[in-house]
């Protein structure tokens, strides 16, 4: 698998990272433990999960993990601090305090006693912004993050933030894909001109560009459960149906499945430096992991662009 720079940094990631915010929920320590040799295998590299995942047991089935499926040194890991969530909300805390705590807490749980990245998962309009990068700040200083960035932040935000930071931030995390390309508007031109790298969660429009959703919602996936459905719904509309049915024809066309036309557009785009695969089962990842992941034809990517650009 291509290992990619992460902005204008000396760190390193592989193409696709493995996410595990289902991991210690719908993906059991089983299956997890055979997603991680699989992603191992085929060259994989970097691994993504956050404190509010599974309040914590994310992080605490990878650091299961460590030492027997791989080495620490094999991998780069990283983890996100300032969220939490409590009953199905979400609870936004990026005080110095908060996270600080909130990322000793992570290495405990991973075992280990630094991360590669860590993120400040998201814009909290309640603390000052200098308080929240002097966390980020101490845990550079301190050696506990190899390096930091920023979750989830508005373009405006990502700037101002490595304006003003008197520290390299090198990343930041966003959704983007086909079905979600609001991070050009402002986004992807602050990323770059900051010299960052964008690692993009939701890169298969949370499974909606794979096609499982044509002409029904399959009763093993997140659209049929209860409590996921509200993450899918958003993308089942009449409007990225459209998408999905370009990306498909585009897939037939390419002798390629949908898949695989999804990320490639995705890792060709400004500023991407890896896409976050959130793969649940081990069918799903291998499915990713046999993708081709090369350039579409630019007549290709013209044409997927003009159906799902933003109204």
Do not use: C
């Amino acid at each position: 698998m291509q290992q990619r720079y992460v902005g204008n940094s000396g760190l390193r990631v592989s193409a696709l990272t493995l996410g595990t915010m289902s991991w210690a929920g719908e993906t059991d320590e089983q299956d997890a433990t055979e997603l991680l040799r699989t992603f191992l295998n085929a060259g994989g590299k970097h691994i993504d999960t956050a404190a509010s995942y599974a309040d914590g047991r994310s992080e605490a089935m990878i650091g299961s993990l460590l030492g027997d499926v791989v080495s620490r040194t094999e991998i780069s890991i990283s983890t996100k601090a300032g969220m939490t969530t409590s009953d199905g909300r979400r609870t936004v805390d990026t005080s110095r305090s908060a996270m600080l705590s909130g990322l000793d807490a992570s290495l405990a749980r991973l075992g280990t006693d630094y991360v590669d990245v860590w993120f400040a998962q998201a814009w909290d309009g309640n603390v000052p912004l200098d308080e929240t990068l002097s966390a980020l700040e101490f845990a550079l200083r301190s050696g506990r993050a190899r390096y930091v960035g920023v979750s989830n932040f508005s373009g405006w935000q990502t700037a101002k933030a490595a304006a003003v930071a008197g520290f390299p931030l090198v990343a930041a995390q966003a959704e983007y894909s086909l079905l979600q390309r609001k991070p050009e508007v402002e986004l992807i031109p602050a990323v770059e001109d900051a010299g960052l790298g964008l690692m993009a969660w939701g890169p298969l429009g949370r499974g909606v560009l794979t096609g499982k959703y044509r002409g029904n919602i399959p009763a093993d996936s997140r659209g049929a459960n209860v409590v996921l459905a509200p993450y899918v719904e958003p993308y089942l509309s009449q409007q990225p149906s459209r998408v999905v049915e370009a990306v498909a024809m585009a897939g037939k066309g390419l002798g390629r499945t949908s898949l695989d036309v999804s990320l490639s557009w995705l890792l060709s785009q400004h500023g991407v430096a890896t896409a976050i695969v959130g793969a649940r089962t081990p069918v799903q990842l291998k499915e990713i992991l046999d993708s081709q992941l090369t350039p579409l034809p630019p007549e290709i990517s013209r044409a997927l662009e003009d159906v799902s650009e933003p109204s």
